[in-house]
């Protein structure tokens, strides 16, 4: 598993916050979507990996995110119970 923190851009006053450290087991890229625990799928803008660092330290990578439009077919998985709905 890859750990990651997930930076959202908050295009709307331009600014950049940091929403939480989570995993991965294949790294996203940028113009992929993602899933997060809090239930709503964003668009992967960028991935900055750190040089040096193992995920047993810390995190690896930050995912620079923005959250997917609301009409697009991606942003209608929620309530996706990632547990229950994904596992074999």
Do not use: C
Request: aromatic share 12%; no cysteine.
């Amino acid at each position: 598993m890859l750990k990651v923190i997930l930076v959202m851009h908050d295009l709307e006053h331009n600014d950049y916050y940091r929403m939480n450290k989570t995993y991965f087991e294949s790294m996203p890229v940028a113009g992929q979507y993602i899933y997060n625990t809090d239930a709503n799928a964003y668009l992967v803008e960028e991935v900055v990996s750190f040089a040096g660092y193992v995920s047993s330290k810390g995190a690896i990578a930050v995912i620079v995110v923005t959250p997917a439009e609301k009409d697009l077919p991606v942003s209608e998985i929620y309530g996706l119970d990632i547990e229950e709905d994904l596992d074999d």
